[in-house]
């Protein structure tokens, strides 16, 4: 129900823009975010974006660098990466809940999830 693409091997400072694709529920009643799991890692919160798209969240350490976007027309979410660094590189996942969560997130946080697109950045 959550579809990811975009991803891919880039070196640092460059840029990427993943999407993802939602069906099957109605995308209007949730915040969606995006968060990372890099290897040997937990989930990290990335970025949040309100139902209307208006109010967007960014943890610190990519505020200034990525950018959310959403198109409940096209039930679709966008991440812009630019300024990308080595510790960047992730799985990148799409999820949905009815409210803003960006502390103590798991994967079972979460209604709806999508199954990753990797991000590699190297030096």
């Known amino acids: 129900q959550l579809v990811e693409s975009g991803g891919g091997s880039v070196q640092a400072g460059g840029s990427l823009r993943l999407s993802c694709k939602a069906s099957?529920?109605?995308?209007?009643?949730?915040?969606l975010y995006w968060v990372r799991q890099a290897p040997g890692k937990g989930l990290e919160w990335v970025s949040a974006?309100?139902?209307?798209?208006?109010?967007?969240y960014y943890s610190d350490s990519v505020k200034g660098r990525f950018t959310v976007s959403r198109d409940n027309g096209e039930a679709s979410l966008h991440l812009q990466l630019n300024g990308l660094r080595p510790e960047d590189t992730a799985m990148y996942y799409c999820?949905?809940?009815?409210?803003?969560?960006?502390?103590?997130?798991?994967?079972?946080?979460?209604?709806?999830r999508g199954r990753g697109t990797q991000v590699t950045v190297s030096s």
């Open positions: 974006v309100s139902s209307s798209g208006v109010f967007k």
């Open positions: 099957g529920f109605n995308l209007n009643l949730y915040y």
């Open positions: 999820a949905a809940h009815r409210d803003l969560r960006t502390t103590n997130i798991h994967f079972e946080t979460f209604a709806y």
